[in-house]
């Protein structure tokens, strides 16, 4: 098993930049495919990007040219570089492993006008 914890949401304003984090343990990260997910209130869960094992890539339409997904196998850590936010991109953020089928807790993302 891999236990996840996410961290680096905050408040910022429209136009800003958040970096998340997902710190990874109890398992060999390097071999999971990862994604970050988001849902905001009263939404559906929502794939946002992933990551695959080998570092391919894959954003949805609406964060292209705006999020980088990365992984630091040396660290255990999977990122989230946020540019250009927009009000839209206010939800709790999530990590998930793939083939461990492990989430973490979230970290909420607020962006204000």
């Known amino acids: 098993q891999v236990q996840l914890v996410e961290s680096g949401g905050g408040l910022v304003q429209a136009g800003g930049s958040l970096r998340l984090s997902c710190a990874a343990s109890?398992?060999?990260?390097?071999?999971?495919?990862m994604g970050w997910y988001r849902q905001a209130p009263g939404k559906e869960r929502e794939l946002v990007a992933t990551?695959?094992?080998?570092?391919?890539?894959y954003y949805v339409d609406s964060v292209k040219g705006r999020f980088t997904i990365s992984r630091d196998n040396a660290k255990n850590t999977l990122y989230l570089q946020m540019n250009s936010l927009k009000l839209e991109d206010t939800a709790m953020y999530y990590c998930?492993?793939?083939?461990?089928?492990?989430w973490g807790q979230g970290t909420q993302v607020t962006v204000s006008s």
């Open positions: 990551i695959s094992s080998s570092g391919t890539t």
């Open positions: 998930t492993a793939y083939e461990a089928g492990s």
């Open positions: 109890g398992s060999i990260f390097s071999i999971y495919a």
